[in-house]
């Protein structure tokens, strides 16, 4: 259920209370000093990856092949580092930017809208019959749909 607008009314002061009262605790709770770790992880990540670059040919040209191995592990983990804080940047972009979210101006809090979100669930949804005959039908109707092919 939506908030009304007198509650939202109360949790506007609220915030702004709270933003009077304890800014960094406010600035935390906005969520930009995650963005910025997420952004100084993800430069890190791509410097180590230049280093394990650097191993990795280092161990070719030596004729080192522990060398390259290490150099390519290196590479391998910070590519995963990198992109997990890609990933977690794009998420805080993204609901950033989700229109269920109303922004103040004023406080940079968000007050997410309650209710569904008008998506229903696949798993609520059961049709009868076994796993074999529902996927029979799905082929009948793309079968249908495409014009026969």
């Not at 430069?43 to 280092?58: D, K, P, R, S």
């Not at 004729?63 to 150099?71: A, F, K, M």
């Not at 103040?104 to 309650?114: E, L, N, Q, R, Y």
Request: aromatic letters at 4%.
């Amino acid at each position: 259920m939506p908030l009304s607008e007198e509650e939202l009314r109360l949790l506007e002061q609220m915030e702004r209370a709270l933003v009077e009262e304890d800014p960094k605790f406010a600035s935390t709770l906005r969520g930009t000093s995650l963005r910025r770790s997420a952004r100084r992880r993800a430069i890190l990540a791509g410097v180590v990856f230049a280093v394990g670059i650097a191993l990795l040919m280092t161990g070719a040209v030596t004729r080192v092949p522990v060398v390259g191995i290490i150099g390519f592990v290196v590479m391998l983990g910070s590519a995963t580092v990198g992109l997990t804080a890609m990933r977690g940047q794009q998420a805080a972009a993204a609901a950033g930017s989700d229109p269920r979210v109303a922004r103040h101006p004023s406080t940079g809090f968000s007050v997410i809208d309650g209710g569904r979100s008008g998506r229903s669930s696949r798993r609520t949804r059961r049709s009868s019959g076994s796993f074999m005959e529902r996927m029979e039908e799905r082929w009948r109707r793309r079968r249908d749909e495409r014009g026969g092919y």
